[in-house]
């Protein structure tokens, strides 16, 4: 992902808040895996 527009990002939606959150270049080898957006939604997840 070279020099792609932060609006360009690929986004998804996070089960536990309902917000969206965008890719970010720590999970470019993840992003298929990651579910949620955060820490604390991860640890929060017994409430989906």
Request: aromatic share 10%; glycine share 0%; net charge positive.
């Amino acid at each position: 992902m070279k020099h792609v527009k932060k609006q360009d990002l690929p986004t998804k939606i996070c089960p536990v808040c309902q917000r969206p959150f965008s890719w970010r270049k720590k999970w470019k080898d993840d992003w298929e895996q990651v579910r949620f957006c955060s820490k604390r939604c991860s640890s929060n997840k017994q409430l989906i």
